[in-house]
């Protein structure tokens, strides 16, 4: 799904995703993300550090692999940079940053292998993983893992696949905040034309995506969140809509009093 020249000959990747049996092309496997490998041999690492690696080019590359050989990797992310610096003529400034980089990198790979993970068979678009991994960066399989709605508005995270997530890592199915996050996704996604919900109808909406779900509770929660407004009609009805639509209808109905009251 990328194109070809974001890949250097020379480097070797790891390539996340599943295999697949086109009608038109055979048996294949369908990449999702990727990521830089670790190099084994001295041209690989030579490419790797050259192109990881601020300031180093290829002769400083091929200094350092001569101090340490197969273990420059290690060397540079792990010892110490005075003695790295001095030992492979490299300045030591360049030494520093390019541990740096290393560890950010080794740490990015590990993350997106487990994102991976996470979003694997559950319909979550290839798109996804670059945000989350720009929004939180190494723990962004912790927060996903501990509040799967916090996908919720980043692309592809809609509410049941954020749901389908919660449940498949064995979250509370009765927690409070799955009903008031279920009762603000069908207020939001309701397509019956009207900006309110009777709360009648709401409620057993809610219980057909969450059964044994508390309207009350969860209306109180997401209210209080600022998810949902609530209102009450001349009848004593009570209706509910979900933020934002229920703002907007104010300030349409704001403007058209103020035109209406014009000439």
């Known amino acids: 799904p990328g194109p070809a020249d974001q890949f250097t000959r020379g480097i070797q990747y790891r390539f996340m995703g599943r295999w697949e049996d086109d009608p038109r092309r ?14 084994a041999g001295k041209a690989g690492l030579v490419r ?13 590359a091929e200094k350092l692999w001569s101090a340490y050989g197969p273990e420059t990797l290690n060397q540079l992310r792990n010892g110490e940079p005075e003695s790295t610096a001095e030992r492979s003529g490299v300045p030591l400034s360049v030494v520093i940053a390019a541990g740096k980089s290393l560890r950010e990198n080794a740490a990015e790979e590990a993350t997106r292998v487990d994102l991976y993970d996470l979003f694997a068979g ?3 678009p290839s798109k ?7 929004k939180w960066g190494a723990k962004a399989p912790a927060v996903i893992r501990r509040n799967p709605f916090a996908l919720l508005g980043l692309p592809g995270g809609g509410f049941r696949r954020c749901d389908k997530m919660y449940l498949d890592l064995g979250l509370p199915p009765a927690a409070l905040k799955r009903s008031a996050l279920g009762l603000w996704d069908l ?5 019956n034309g009207n900006t309110w919900l009777p709360a009648e109808r709401a409620a057993a909406e809610l219980k057909d995506r969450i059964p044994g779900s508390d309207l009350l509770a969860a209306a109180r929660l997401a209210v209080r969140g600022k998810l949902v407004r609530a209102r009450r009609d001349r009848g004593g009805v009570v209706h509910l809509a979900e933020a934002r639509r229920a703002f907007s209808e104010e300030l349409a109905a704001a403007h058209l009093s103020r035109l209406m009251a014009g000439e």
């Open 26 to 39: 055979g048996f294949r496997f369908r990449y999702t993300t990727h990521a830089m490998h670790q190099p």
């Open 128 to 134: 996804l993983l670059p945000r989350v991994v720009q």
């Open 122 to 124: 559950r319909g979550f």
């Open 48 to 60: 790797y550090l050259t192109q990881l690696c601020d300031d180093i080019g290829e002769k400083r």
């Open 187 to 191: 207020l939001r996604t309701d397509r």
